[in-house]
């Protein structure tokens, strides 16, 4: 699967432990920082397709979801906490030297398994 980077924010946009979503390519994604680390992951929780930005907590390396509270590691997507849901789909993340963050998606649209149930408002 080819994917392409896409040019999303600037840098200062996107604040320390704060997730923000982003439609790229049509794949919802979750951008935030960790220790000033980027991360970028699909923004569509494993367990019950909930959305994780922006009401997610940022905390220690992992992203907890905002509905029933589940956790995910950054760096792998793995789910810790023992409820073995499946781990969430990372995208490749980098910040220009002229201040501009790209994330890397794949060329094809995502199919209904990849977006996430929107809370009715
Ligand atoms: S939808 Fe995320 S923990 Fe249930």
Redesign the pocket.
């Known amino acids: 699967m080819s994917e392409t980077y896409h040019r999303i924010a600037k840098s200062e946009d996107i604040e320390e432990r704060v997730a923000l979503p982003f439609i790229v390519n049509g794949w919802p994604v979750a951008i935030c920082r960790d220790k000033g680390k980027l991360y970028a992951f699909i923004n569509r929780?494993s367990?019950?397709?909930?959305e994780f930005a922006p009401d997610c907590r940022i905390r220690s390396g992992s992203v907890m979801?905002p509905?029933?509270?589940?956790r995910f590691k950054l760096e792998t997507g793995e789910n810790i906490g023992g409820a073995n849901y499946k781990p969430l789909k990372l995208f490749p993340v980098r910040e220009t030297e002229d201040g501009w963050i790209e994330v890397a998606v794949p060329d094809e649209e995502p199919g209904m398994e990849h977006l996430p149930v929107r809370r009715l408002t």
């Open positions: 929780c367990h019950a397709a909930a979801c509905l029933h509270s589940a």
